[in-house]
Each structure stands twice: as C-alpha cells, then as structure tokens.
C-alpha cells in the first residue's frame, strides 16, 4: 500500500466524497481490448457464495435452548456498532499518529524512495505533516474533520449491514460448541460490568498497536523456519511418492 494511499483519508484533498457522482457505482462496459465482457460483480459474488456454500456448508440447527442463550451472550460479547467502534478508533488513531510524522520520519522508513524523490542537496523536513498540511490549505483541519465523520457514517452503514449475520453464525457456533450450563456461564460473565466493558472492546482488541505489532514481529521467526519447513516438505513428499506403485 503506497503512502499516499495512507494519507488519502489524512490529507482530504482527494476529492468530495460526499457528491452524488462519488457515490455512483462504476459503470461496467465491455473491454475493447479483447472484446469480452467485464466480469459482473453481482455475478462474480454469487459465485463466491456457491462456493462457500460448498467449502463451509452450514452445520447443524442448535438445539433453540441453547441458541437463545447463546444469541444473547453473543449481543453482549459483540454488541451494534461495535465494529465501526473498533475500525473508526483505528482509523483516527492511525491518521494522527501518520500526521504526527515527518518528510525525515518517512524518508528513514524508505530511504531508497526518498533518495529518488527528494530535492537534490536538501534534507527532508522534520516538520509534522500536519503543520505542511495546515500551512498549505488553512482549512485542512477542518476537512480532515469531515473526512473522519464521512467514514464512521460509511463504517456504520457497512457494520449495520455485516454484523447481525456474523453475530448470528457466532451465536450458532457457540450454541454447538457449548452446553447449555457452559452457555449460561459465559452469559453471566458478559452480564457483569467487566464483561460488558469486555465485549465493548473485544472487537477493537485485534487493532491496538501492540496486537499489531504483535502479529508482524512474529514474521522473522517464522521466515527462520522456512528452510526447516521445506525440508520436512519435501520428505513427506517423497515419502507420499514411494508408495506402492498402481499396475
């Protein structure tokens, strides 16, 4: 992802997403290069639920004593809004922190690119960008201000949309994977102030930097294992290869 796509949000200057003609869907029209038609998203999206209707077919109807219990612990785990709660929190905090940094503080994250477009003989500057920003266009707060409320309303017309189906598949989960004694324990926790502060924050837990940072400062140690893993691959491949052979 380049940075300007990062700092599309941050910058709000990448046109007016509030228009009409923003907000209509792109037109799909036949490719003159090949002649064929472009692929129609409605029909490309049926093809993936298909699919998924296949690979991850639906499992068993719970019995309904433990899928009420388990719906309403699953409301109180994962209540409305608490995904565009956890993106908009990531979104603000990621845009503030972007433009808390510098031209020097990006030039150190890709010295190579900065070397290619930076000004010959001058050092980048360690102003914040938000300062460049403001001095540039005096009205650059009040736009990155709109361009937030912008995307928690599109974040909430997506979360309305998506999280009372994966609620349901949750609640369903839950229904078969715990008895009804574990069910109601589970429910009894989240009903006590720790555990609805618990199931306000559960979803915004997967964006805290430390999660993170968490998650890409494993990637050394698994790289570290690639020789180790290949190796294990590929005696396994020749033991599945040495099997007795079909006359």
């Known amino acids: 992802m380049s940075f300007n796509l990062m700092l599309a949000l941050a910058a709000a200057a990448v046109g007016k997403p509030t228009t009409t003609d923003a907000m209509k869907p792109p037109v799909i029209t036949t490719a003159p290069a090949t002649g064929r038609r472009a692929v129609d ?18 499992g068993p109807e719970p019995e309904p004593a433990r899928l009420a219990i388990a719906r309403d612990a699953t409301f109180r785990m994962f209540p409305k809004g608490a995904y565009a709660q956890a993106m908009n929190g990531f979104i603000d905090k990621t845009v503030d922190h972007v433009l808390s940094m510098s031209e ?18 001058k050092p980048p500057s360690t102003e914040p960008l938000r300062l460049a920003l403001t001095r540039k266009d005096p009205n650059f707060d009040a736009k990155l201000a709109a361009g937030k409320a912008f995307a ?19 609640a369903r989960s839950l229904a078969r994977k715990f008895d009804t004694r574990q ?31 968490g998650t890409f400062e494993a990637f050394p140690e698994i790289m570290r294992l690639m020789p180790e893993l ?18």
């Open 104 to 121: 020097a503080d990006l030039a150190d994250l890709a010295p190579t690119s900065a070397k290619k477009n930076g000004k010959a003989g």
């Open 183 to 213: 069910l109601g324990e589970i429910q009894a926790f989240l009903a006590t102030p720790t555990g609805a502060a618990y199931g306000r924050q559960m979803i915004g837990l997967w964006f805290e930097p430390d999660v993170i940072r």
């Open 230 to 247: 290949a190796k294990d691959g590929a005696t396994f491949q020749a033991q599945m290869e040495s099997g007795p052979k079909k006359k």
């Open 41 to 58: 998203p409605m029909e490309a999206m049926a093809g993936m639920m298909k699919i998924i209707d296949k690979v991850f077919p639906a």
């Open 152 to 170: 928690q309303v599109m974040l909430t017309k997506v979360a309305d949309a998506a999280e009372p189906r994966f609620r349901d598949g949750m």
